[in-house]
């Protein structure tokens, strides 16, 4: 089974079509997340594919990106109604 780990990708863009697009990109990945930052759990591979997807929709001297790994060691804080990132298994019958 493929290791994954949690990781913050966050974006500002200023074009509502790039938008769109990052939005699309980045949902497939995600597991929660609010307007511009997302959390997703990613292996090696998965994050690749994920910023190779996102360098050819994003300007690079317009918009913004941030994807961060972060570390699990750290102790998960939420206020208000939020809920901490889960990465439950599933399974996909096809």
Known sequence: ????????????VTS????????????????GGQKSAHECFLSEGERHALMARL?????PAQDRLLALRLDPRQRQRCLGIARAPSAKPFLIVG
């Open 1 to 12: 089974m493929t290791q994954r780990a949690l990781h913050l990708v966050a974006y500002d």
């Open 16 to 31: 509502p079509k790039r938008l769109r697009r990052a939005l699309h990109i980045v949902r497939a990945y995600a597991v």
């Open 55 to 59: 360098r050819r929709v994003l300007h």
